[in-house]
């Protein structure tokens, strides 16, 4: 492998940060199984043997949810209690039992033979949601079989937390078992932005890229490899330049990350606030500790992602514990933001051609008036609590603001009949993602307190570029004076109505947008926690004047060639050491 040429794979940058280590491989799948069959007098000892693995099973994953519990991780142990349910599943338990009397056989084969026949019920089945949940029994019964063999069923990776961890797809089980310092990174082949390995690397603060296509077959054990999980990229068998280049990178971020880290401490003194994007409660000790000024996007449709949807009481208690975390920080709370590539059961719509123009976010939010007034009186319920703002995603249309409003009003009333108390005044919000949302922004303007530009999406909808797809990856640019002139729209608007306009697309976590993003004026922009220090130290250094300047420049411009060049322009005269 060694005389191997370099490759670089490129997937989903699921988890901020770069790291060079040995690949450590982890092969939760190859187990070779046996018939085996057992004399009928001894199929009680057989029977007793999988009790035994199953019961090894429970402890090892106890033990996994209490260090979880210890280490505050709500998201793991909310999965590996559904793990441990499964090993008490009838279909599960009683019919590899049933197998192995009928059939006279092996545990294992009587496990392998069950576990087949529930796969074989997740068969067909696209859905994101369903994928994962058969993944999750598929890691649960090997657990049961490695236990069964005699195998560890636990990672075991080597000494010294530096192995970049790479697998097909890793369980909660697993990454949650890890803990902090086990490894230096991860990269799987599967996932996708809300599968449970790119959320707990985000909590756990473990670089990872997940999502890489040719991913096993291009990796071997302990070739070297370079995770970068800013750009979503790894290098395999990178060359000594390729190594050198990522550590003096990675040292270079690191050292400025730490000095940045002490800066965010002081006072904010930057021309617009910075704010942080989190999926999970857990986020918000990270949102604090980098500085942030408050959350400018809590994507609630994570909550939803796990077994079942956490009722109006759970949200209440979650969202205002986030609200009194961040003490007098406003918290933008969105409502549902579900389908496209996030699809929980709960809402699994009949499959679509187009996903990402289909029955999702708001929309699915109106096809479910129950479920979504649940969501509007938990919110207005822990209003009391901070300063709440309430954000609906992807309006495209005025009926969908209007009903969304409508609804609303419906939820206060509710609450106002049970006698339940929620704030005075709550600032009420819209994404502005769809081209259409852009066009009628002055109208909009006049029904919400503030806009939020979601860019992930208005990018892909102006572009009709798929956010998801790798190949067209090249067409995906911020800078591209289509979206600049839309977000100058939007501004624009959003001036003359006298409402505030925030970004929380990805791009406002790349440092070389932001004296764009300064000289067009927003009020707000927010990010991966993990990303502000550096936002902060770049807007300090820059001027308003200078910034507006290059903006009116880029208006100009009609050539996404022409905006980038007069970006790097401008980084290279006031931010030279902007390169690492
Ligand atoms: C966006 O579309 O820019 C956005 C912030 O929302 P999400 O990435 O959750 O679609
Ligand atoms: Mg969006």
């Excluded at 572009?463 to 624009?492: K, S």
């Amino acid at each position: 492998m060694s005389g191997a040429k370099p490759r670089v794979l490129r997937g989903i940058p699921a988890s901020p940060g770069i790291h060079v280590g040995a690949a450590f491989m982890v092969d939760r799948r190859r187990l070779k199984i046996r018939r085996r069959t057992v004399p009928r007098g001894r199929l009680d000892e057989e029977t007793a043997r999988f009790r035994a693995a199953l019961e090894t099973s429970v402890r090892q994953l106890e033990a996994i949810r209490a260090r979880s519990q210890q280490a505050g991780e709500r998201q793991p142990v909310a999965v590996l209690e559904a793990h441990l349910l499964m090993l008490r599943d009838e279909s599960l338990v009683q019919g590899t039992l049933d197998i192995i009397r009928r059939d006279a056989v092996n545990a294992e084969w009587a496990l392998g033979a069950t576990l087949a026949k529930v796969l074989r019920a997740f068969e067909d089945i696209q859905d994101e949601y369903f994928r994962e949940r058969r993944a999750d029994v598929e890691f649960v019964g090997e657990r049961v079989m490695r236990n069964l063999l005699g195998q560890a069923a636990d990672l075991r990776p080597p000494a010294g937390g530096h192995a970049v961890l790479v697998a097909h797809e890793l369980s909660p089980a697993d990454t949650a078992g890890l803990g902090r310092d086990a490894v230096g990174a991860l990269v799987t082949a599967a996932g996708s932005r809300t599968a449970h390995t790119a959320i707990v690397a985000r909590a756990l603060e473990l670089p990872a890229v997940v999502g890489v296509a040719g991913l096993l077959g291009a990796v071997g054990a302990g070739d070297r490899v370079i995770v970068d999980g800013y750009r979503g990229e790894i290098v395999v068998r990178p060359t000594r330049a390729m190594v050198r280049e990522a550590e003096e990178r990675a040292a270079c971020l690191r050292s400025r990350a730490l000095a940045l880290v002490d800066e965010a401490a002081g006072p904010a003194e930057t021309p617009m606030c910075l704010s942080a994007n989190i999926e999970l409660e857990e986020e918000v000790e990270a949102a604090l500790r980098y500085g942030a000024e408050g959350v400018g996007l809590f994507r609630t449709e994570f909550l939803f992602m796990g077994r079942g949807a956490p009722n109006e009481s759970q949200q209440h208690r979650l969202y205002e514990r986030i609200l009194k975390r961040l003490g007098d920080r406003p918290a933008t709370i969105r409502t549902l933001d579900m389908g496209g590539d996030k699809n929980p059961e709960l809402f699994r719509p009949a499959p679509e051609l187009n996903p990402a123009m289909g029955l999702r976010s708001i929309r699915l939010s109106l096809r479910h008036p129950g479920l979504f007034l649940a969501q509007l009186r938990a919110l207005l319920r822990a209003s009391t609590a901070g300063t709440l703002r309430i954000l609906f995603p992807l309006i495209a249309c005025p009926s969908e603001l209007e009903r969304a409003l409508e609804y609303l009003d419906q939820a206060r009333a509710q609450l106002r009949a049970r006698g339940q108390a929620m704030a005075g005044r709550i600032e009420v919000g819209m994404m502005v993602e769809v081209p259409s949302a852009v066009m009628l922004a002055d109208s909009f303007a006049r029904q919400v307190d503030f806009f939020s530009l979601g860019t992930n999406d208005l990018i892909q909808y102006a572009l009709a570029v798929d956010r998801h797809n790798e190949q067209l990856a090249y067409l995906n640019e911020p800078l591209h004076p289509a979206v600049l002139r839309m977000l100058d729209q939007v501004v624009r608007a959003a001036r003359q109505a006298g409402i505030r306009v925030a970004l929380c697309g990805e791009m406002a976590g790349e440092p070389q947008n932001l004296p764009v993003l300064l000289g067009l004026g927003l009020d707000e922009i927010s990010m991966t926690p993990a990303s502000l220090p550096l936002a902060r130290h770049v807007l300090r250094r820059l001027s308003p004047e200078a910034t507006q300047a290059l903006w009116r420049d880029l208006r100009m411009c009609t050539h996404p060639r022409e905006t980038e060049r007069l970006v790097k322009e401008f980084l290279a005269a006031h931010l030279p050491d902007l390169a690492c």
